[in-house]
């Protein structure tokens, strides 16, 4: 499996724009202070992703195998049905920006180093799926995130990382006995090649989320995934 490295990526987060996201009037103590930590995090963010590129294969109705590796879920084996390639991606705020974080102290402090990491997770996200979507010559791409769905549950993250290889090593991640992924802000998923659109949180019916990016449309399940 071809696999490219996006270690380079810049952190361009503009930091009045953080500000006001973090509800920190300017010309008062928060904004001088959230400014001297904004520039201490500014030196340690190094965002970072990887991807491959390999064919899918179906093998039943609810497995798939990406270069030799399988996994169960009905919903990513239909959804990259077509095209028969998809794009395994992970992506971080880097290490060194988490062991900066880990520096802080008050609760206050600790909120917008959270903060500030999240917007380097960003970076790392928008970087990877632009150069995705230049190197399909702007092809609409979607994604599946392991646990994201119950259909596609937390435990298939092992499987994800072993297909990945030496990737997250190189750009400083690695995944935990308990399935949790370090640095804490990180992703990971599966890219594919997707006209019409997909969102995991159109299968999901949990409430109030405040993560969510599309609404449930009961019934897409049946729709579109059931096995007939």
Same mark, same amino acid.
């Given at each position: 499996?071809?696999?490219? *490295?996006?270690?380079?990526?810049? +952190?361009?987060?503009?930091?009045s724009?953080?500000?006001?996201l973090l509800? @920190?009037?300017?010309?008062? $103590?928060? !904004?001088?202070?959230?400014?001297?930590?904004?520039?201490?995090?500014?030196?340690?963010?190094?965002?970072?992703? %990887? +991807?491959?590129? !390999?064919?899918? $294969?179906?093998?039943g109705?609810?497995?798939?195998?990406?270069?030799?590796?399988?996994?169960?879920?009905?919903?990513?084996?239909?959804?990259?049905? $077509?095209?028969?390639?998809?794009?395994?991606?992970?992506?971080?705020?880097?290490?060194?920006?988490?062991? /900066?974080?880990?520096?802080?102290?008050?609760?206050?402090?600790? +909120? /917008?180093?959270? %903060? @500030?990491? &999240?917007t380097? &997770?960003?970076? !790392?996200?928008n %970087?990877?799926?632009?150069?995705?979507?230049?190197? *399909?010559?702007?092809? %609409?791409?979607?994604?599946?995130? =392991?646990?994201?769905?119950?259909? /596609? =549950?937390?435990?298939?993250?092992?499987?994800?990382?072993?297909?990945?290889?030496?990737? =997250?090593? $190189?750009?400083?991640?690695? *995944?935990?006995?308990?399935?949790?992924?370090?640095?804490?802000?990180?992703?990971?998923? @599966?890219?594919f @090649?997707s006209?019409?659109?997909?969102?995991?949180?159109? *299968?999901?019916?949990?409430?109030?989320?405040?993560?969510?990016? !599309?609404?449930?449309?009961?019934?897409?399940?049946?729709k579109?995934?059931?096995?007939?």
């Amino acid at each position: 499996m071809e696999l490219i *490295l996006l270690n380079t990526i810049p +952190f361009h987060v503009a930091e009045s724009g953080l500000m006001e996201l973090l509800r @920190i009037r300017p010309e008062t $103590k928060a !904004a001088s202070d959230f400014s001297l930590i904004f520039a201490q995090a500014g030196k340690a963010a190094r965002p970072m992703a %990887a +991807f491959g590129v !390999a064919e899918s $294969k179906t093998l039943g109705e609810d497995t798939v195998e990406i270069n030799g590796v399988n996994f169960q879920s009905r919903v990513l084996r239909v959804n990259p049905d $077509k095209a028969g390639v998809v794009f395994p991606y992970i992506a971080t705020c880097g290490p060194d920006l988490e062991r /900066w974080s880990e520096s802080m102290t008050g609760t206050l402090h600790k +909120f /917008w180093a959270e %903060a @500030i990491m &999240l917007t380097a &997770l960003g970076c !790392a996200v928008n %970087a990877l799926e632009s150069h995705l979507k230049e190197r *399909l010559g702007g092809t %609409a791409v979607s994604a599946m995130n =392991p646990g994201s769905l119950e259909d /596609w =549950p937390i435990s298939e993250q092992a499987a994800l990382f072993k297909l990945l290889g030496d990737a =997250p090593d $190189k750009i400083g991640m690695r *995944l935990t006995d308990t399935l949790v992924i370090r640095p804490l802000k990180s992703v990971s998923g @599966i890219f594919f @090649i997707s006209e019409d659109g997909f969102s995991s949180c159109a *299968l999901c019916p949990r409430k109030n989320c405040q993560l969510r990016r !599309a609404p449930y449309e009961p019934g897409l399940y049946e729709k579109r995934y059931a096995p007939r």
